[in-house]
């Protein structure tokens, strides 16, 4: 079974959050799936984070 491996940095935390936003959230069939609610979220989660990194 693979796993898989990051070094649980903030940077890489952000590259895989980054690209689940690219990947699931810019794709209209898998953007029905979600409710606005979870989309918020995450666009605030990402925003947050986003500032938090560029802070460092």
Request: proline share 4%.
């Amino acid at each position: 079974m693979l796993r898989p491996v990051f070094t649980y940095t903030d940077i890489e935390r952000y590259t895989i959050l980054k690209k689940c936003d690219d990947m699931i959230f810019s794709d209209p069939d898998m953007l029905v799936e979600f409710d606005d609610h979870l989309l918020q979220r995450a666009a605030k989660y990402l925003d947050i984070f986003d500032k938090i990194r560029a802070y460092e």
